[in-house]
């Protein structure tokens, strides 16, 4: 057995018939399409990164905003530790019903909202139910501190009652008859205000009423109570106080 590599291969035996060399001529190669380059001009990459920046930012503002929303004007809390995490919890004063897990029973309802004449004291009548369904339950709410006040509705925020209204309510509101058609703000001129700002010493409507076919618009009673931002309270007919005009939740109120 001999070896040979004269013809290039690495390997041979002797006994493999030896390679002719080809006559065929060799395949001409196709010839390779020039190559073009597509240059953008500067301004516009500029307008690409500018809508892909764009349209960042509207997603994290629409979440921001929606979040912001939730946090203000939700009117459910999920419960915590004692609660189970499936239910939902509306504060307030709750009927015995309320307090129990489950059911559909009209009397599974909760007070956010009542009333009373006199600022000093007295029987407290419920100026709004909140009916719960078989996923809420309702817990007590936090009571208000020692002191007058006729009007006071619950902070879901905060689980708390808040005192709208710390006087008495005014006899034109008081002795109205159910179902009376009234409209109370501060009557400027045609038009009357129902939220007001105080800047600069000032006080400044930041929110003005519309009329109503067939309502009348009373004057609002002015407490004298100090704050810097305030709202008509429709139940009592008086200025209300609010901490700060930049709680937004309580405006939505």
């Not at 073009?36 to 960042?56: K, M």
């Amino acid at each position: 057995m001999s070896w040979d590599t004269h013809d290039g291969d690495k390997w041979r035996s002797a006994f493999d018939p030896p390679r002719e060399p080809s006559t065929a001529p060799a395949p001409e190669r196709p010839a390779a399409a020039p190559h073009t380059v597509t240059r953008r001009s500067p301004l516009l990459r500029t307008v690409e990164v500018g809508a892909v920046l764009l349209s960042i930012l509207s997603v994290v503002g629409l979440g921001m905003a929606w979040a912001r929303i939730a946090e203000h004007f939700s009117l459910y809390h999920r419960a915590t530790s004692d609660v189970p995490t499936q239910l939902w919890v509306y504060y307030g004063e709750p009927t015995p019903l309320a307090q129990a897990v489950g059911g559909t029973s009209p009397q599974r309802r909760v007070c956010d909202d009542r009333v009373r004449p006199k600022a000093a004291g007295g029987t407290w009548n419920c100026e709004l139910w909140f009916s719960l369904d078989r996923h809420s339950i309702g817990e007590v709410a936090v009571a208000l501190p020692p002191g007058p006040c006729s009007h006071e509705r619950v902070n879901q925020q905060t689980h708390a009652w808040e005192c709208w209204t710390n006087v008495d309510i005014p006899p034109i509101i008081r002795d109205a008859p159910p179902g009376a058609k009234i409209i109370v703000g501060d009557l400027r001129g045609t038009g009357f205000c129902l939220r007001e700002l105080l800047l600069q010493g000032r006080w400044r409507c930041i929110w003005w009423g519309a009329r109503k076919h067939g309502y009348r618009v009373v004057q609002v009673f002015d407490s004298g109570q100090p704050c810097d931002f305030r709202v008509v309270d429709q139940v009592t007919g008086v200025w209300s106080c609010r901490r700060s005009y930049m709680n937004l939740y309580i405006i939505g109120r």
